[in-house]
């Protein structure tokens, strides 16, 4: 008899396999920078996102761009942890560490 593999044990949900196909070329991070952007004003809502703005995750630290010093005061003091507690709840601790907050306008990629 045969023995089964590892392929044959039924079929395997897309996320999962788009997940290893997105890490293996080097594109997961780049994926979940876009999922963040994609869901930002129901993750932190809408008074929020209309005045801070993801931009890209360097060193596991993701930057938000923010209008003006009056946000960037009041996102860093009374926001940053729970920001952050969110964002590594919907898209997982390892990728995101630290919020770094910034003022201006996002850049376009």
């Keep these: ?5 590892k392929k044959d044990e039924g079929p ?3 996320s999962g396999l788009m997940n290893g ?10 994926f979940q920078e876009s999922q963040i952007k994609k869901d930002w004003e129901k993750w ?8 801070a703005t993801p931009y890209r995750v360097i060193n596991k630290k993701l930057v938000i761009y923010v209008d003006n010093s009056v ?3 009041d996102l860093t003091r009374f926001h940053q942890r729970t920001i952050l507690n969110r964002l590594q709840k919907e898209v997982g601790s390892n990728l995101i ?7 201006g306008e996002a850049p376009k990629d």
């Design 1 to 5: 008899m045969k023995s089964q593999s």
């Design 44 to 51: 932190v809502g809408p008074t929020i996102a209309k005045h």
């Design 71 to 73: 946000w960037l005061a």
């Design 12 to 14: 395997i949900a897309i």
């Design 21 to 30: 196909v997105l890490k293996k070329i080097g594109l997961q991070r780049r």
């Design 97 to 103: 560490t630290e919020i770094f907050f910034k003022i």
